[in-house]
């Protein structure tokens, strides 16, 4: 199942988990541009909790974010993007969801930052 994200029947609780009509949602949220109407965001869930993938884009659909999670606990390589299509930063999750390491870049390409973290 996938709805717009704007949709009344949805709702986000303090648990940060998604219900819609009243029960724990399965299935993707789209976001879309009230300009264009063009997808900016997709997010996929299982049970209420983020579960693979979440794909955000810029208004003319270039990438602008990549993460994942399982059950709503984030892991491996999240990446968003600068408007120029550089990349913008990079963040490393362990197995238990903790940030392992992040790496940032400027939009002309240049490292700005680069931390390692005990996971």
């Known amino acids: 199942m996938r709805i717009d994200i704007d949709d009344p ?4 609780g303090v648990d940060r988990a ?26 996929a869930y299982v049970d209420g909790l983020e579960d693979d993938p979440l794909r955000e884009w810029f ?11 399982r059950t709503g606990i984030p892991y491996g390589r999240w990446r968003e993007w600068h408007a120029n299509g ?13 940030v392992t390491s992040i790496r940032k870049w400027s939009d002309s390409g240049e490292l700005t930052d680069d931390r390692t973290f005990d996971a």
């Open 18 to 43: 998604v219900v819609f009509r009243g029960d724990l949602f399965t299935g993707e949220t789209v976001e879309r541009s009230s300009r264009t109407g063009r997808v900016g965001a997709v997010t």
């Open 59 to 69: 208004a003319d659909g270039a990438d602008r974010a990549e993460e994942q999670c």
């Open 9 to 12: 029947e949805l709702s986000m």
């Open 86 to 98: 550089r990349l913008a930063a990079e963040k490393e999750y362990g197995p238990r969801g903790l």
